[in-house]
């Protein structure tokens, strides 16, 4: 089968632990993944680059791994941004309908307004979900050419560092990318593990980064709550260096491989062989693993459900929540968490494509899927906040330093 370059999607989750490329072709109304790359990420520390280098390194790599994978080029990313640096905010306005109908011009004067009242130069309207009346019909998504003589707006808005924004687009530059949009990564998390019906209903997303753990809240088919709070992979995998008095990087290993977040499921008995992993031990207990993470895991769902609580949605999200993030693959991890909200918790797997879908399976992948299957929908793709608009120019300076790329 050949694929026109044009029906070639790549997104980019660059998180704290791992950079994640997933490439989709489009097909018949749908996406299927033809590639993903992954490289661990050293640039990233709790969501801002330290180590410019190190990350443009690592998009670079997973980048060429997809490309290898799918045997096509990528000259262009969709890309996420974690809600630890978004702010929600609601904001009104009323404009008059002279023509005595919506007018496109009335509809830009209003969203024009909204924004003024947030005002700020260091920062960027990321996204924007407005709800409409005019003169006494209220929730309208599309008003234009309706009649009337008042135009209301409500605004919510999704704010975001233009600093943050910045930074990821000049990586990608240098890794030899350009940015065609950036969403927030909830949005992409919703997209691929949320049901419709549990959207509307009202369900808690809980995503558990390296060292951020996001607590997003749908209602009524909208997010109405977005949040981070501290805690994640990181801490734990911190937990069992101390305890195995290891270098953090094999002490992740151990982790991802043998912990498990209930000692009540492990064997008592079980010894494991770590000798791969680290020189510091040979054999260590699954049980001693599994008490050091139980209750780390059981504060961080603590603070969870704190947040739940302040957010004024507890009630609201019957549905209940679903878990993504490299920590919720451990064993155990859906049903503490279940414990520990009080509430039913899925795991979030994510959804929505075909093609290779096996290698994206895991709730890590969830963003990557998310922003594919959003990127693919041309009615869509208006979510995504433009940062660069791909100019023939820039396009051809991607591909002159892809070319250098190559010959060096
Ligand atoms: N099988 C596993 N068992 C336990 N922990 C795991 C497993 N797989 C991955 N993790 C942990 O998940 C964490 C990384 O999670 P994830 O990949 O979701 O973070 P990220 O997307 O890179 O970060 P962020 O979203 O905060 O920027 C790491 O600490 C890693 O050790
Ligand atoms: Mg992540």
Same mark, same amino acid.
């Given at each position: 089968?050949?694929?026109?370059?044009?029906?070639?999607?790549?997104?980019?989750?660059?998180?704290?632990?791992?950079?994640?490329?997933? !490439?989709?072709?489009?097909?018949?109304?749908?996406?299927? !993944?033809?590639?993903?790359?992954?490289?661990?990420?050293?640039?990233?520390?709790?969501?801002?680059?330290?180590?410019?280098?190190?990350?443009?390194?690592? #998009?670079?790599?997973?980048?060429?791994?997809?490309?290898?994978?799918?045997?096509?080029?990528?000259?262009?990313?969709?890309?996420?941004?974690?809600?630890?640096? $978004?702010?929600?905010?609601?904001?009104?306005?009323?404009?008059?309908?002279?023509?005595? *109908?919506?007018?496109?011009?009335?509809?830009?004067?209003? #969203?024009?307004?909204?924004? =003024?009242?947030?005002?700020?130069?260091?920062?960027?309207?990321?996204?924007?979900?407005?709800?409409?009346?005019?003169?006494?019909?209220?929730?309208?998504?599309?008003?234009?050419?309706?009649?009337?003589?008042?135009?209301?707006?409500?605004?919510?808005?999704?704010?975001?560092?233009? =600093?943050?924004? %910045?930074?990821?687009?000049?990586?990608?530059?240098?890794?030899?990318?350009?940015?065609?949009?950036?969403?927030?990564?909830?949005?992409?998390?919703?997209?691929?593990?949320?049901?419709?019906?549990?959207?509307? &209903?009202?369900? $808690?997303? !809980?995503?558990?980064?390296?060292?951020?753990?996001?607590?997003? #809240?749908?209602?009524?088919?909208?997010? $109405?709550?977005?949040?981070?709070?501290?805690?994640?992979?990181?801490?734990?995998?911190?937990?069992?260096?101390?305890?195995?008095?290891?270098?953090?990087?094999?002490?992740? *290993?151990?982790?991802? &491989?043998?912990?498990?977040?209930?000692?009540?499921?492990?064997?008592?008995?079980?010894?494991?062989?770590?000798?791969?992993?680290?020189?510091?031990?040979?054999?260590?207990?699954?049980? %001693?693993?599994?008490?050091?993470?139980?209750?780390?895991?059981?504060?961080?769902?603590?603070?969870?459900?704190?947040?739940?609580? @302040?957010?004024?949605?507890?009630?609201?999200?019957?549905?209940?929540?679903?878990?993504?993030?490299?920590?919720?693959?451990?064993?155990?991890?859906?049903? @503490?968490?279940?414990?520990?909200?009080?509430?039913?918790?899925?795991?979030?797997?994510?959804?929505?494509?075909?093609?290779?879908?096996?290698?994206?399976?895991?709730?890590?992948?969830?963003?990557?899927?998310?922003?594919?299957?959003?990127?693919?929908?041309?009615?869509?793709?208006?979510?995504?906040?433009?940062?660069?608009?791909?100019? %023939?120019?820039?396009?051809?300076?991607?591909?002159?330093? =892809?070319?250098?790329?190559?010959? @060096?």
């Amino acid at each position: 089968m050949t694929i026109r370059p044009g029906d070639i999607i790549a997104t980019l989750d660059i998180g704290e632990s791992a950079v994640r490329v997933v !490439v989709g072709h489009k097909q018949g109304g749908g996406v299927e !993944v033809i590639g993903v790359g992954t490289c661990r990420a050293p640039g990233r520390r709790a969501s801002e680059t330290v180590d410019m280098e190190g990350l443009v390194d690592a #998009i670079r790599m997973a980048r060429e791994d997809a490309e290898t994978m799918c045997g096509c080029s990528i000259s262009e990313v969709w890309t996420g941004i974690s809600s630890r640096y $978004v702010e929600l905010a609601e904001r009104s306005t009323i404009v008059p309908l002279p023509e005595g *109908r919506v007018t496109k011009s009335a509809i830009a004067a209003a #969203i024009h307004a909204c924004e =003024r009242q947030l005002d700020d130069p260091t920062r960027m309207v990321l996204h924007r979900v407005c709800s409409w009346r005019v003169d006494d019909r209220a929730g309208i998504c599309d008003p234009e050419g309706l009649t009337g003589s008042e135009l209301e707006l409500v605004a919510r808005i999704a704010l975001t560092p233009a =600093r943050g924004i %910045n930074l990821i687009k000049r990586a990608c530059e240098k890794a030899s990318l350009i940015v065609a949009g950036v969403m927030l990564e909830t949005f992409a998390l919703g997209t691929s593990t949320l049901h419709h019906q549990e959207r509307t &209903r009202g369900v $808690v997303q !809980v995503d558990i980064g390296e060292s951020k753990t996001s607590v997003s #809240i749908w209602r009524q088919g909208a997010l $109405v709550y977005n949040a981070a709070i501290d805690g994640g992979g990181r801490a734990l995998t911190e937990h069992v260096a101390a305890v195995l008095r290891t270098e953090r990087d094999e002490a992740r *290993r151990v982790k991802e &491989r043998f912990a498990c977040a209930l000692s009540e499921q492990v064997n008592p008995n079980e010894m494991v062989d770590v000798s791969t992993w680290t020189n510091a031990k040979d054999v260590v207990s699954r049980l %001693n693993l599994a008490h050091v993470m139980e209750p780390a895991l059981e504060e961080l769902f603590r603070n969870v459900r704190r947040q739940i609580e @302040l957010s004024g949605y507890s009630d609201a999200a019957a549905a209940g929540a679903v878990l993504t993030g490299g920590t919720s693959l451990m064993p155990g991890c859906v049903t @503490l968490a279940g414990r520990a909200l009080g509430r039913p918790v899925r795991w979030g797997a994510p959804r929505g494509v075909a093609g290779m879908v096996d290698l994206v399976r895991e709730p890590t992948f969830a963003v990557g899927v998310g922003l594919l299957v959003e990127a693919s929908r041309p009615e869509r793709v208006r979510t995504f906040c433009q940062v660069s608009v791909p100019t %023939n120019k820039t396009k051809w300076k991607a591909a002159m330093l =892809r070319l250098i790329e190559r010959i @060096l």
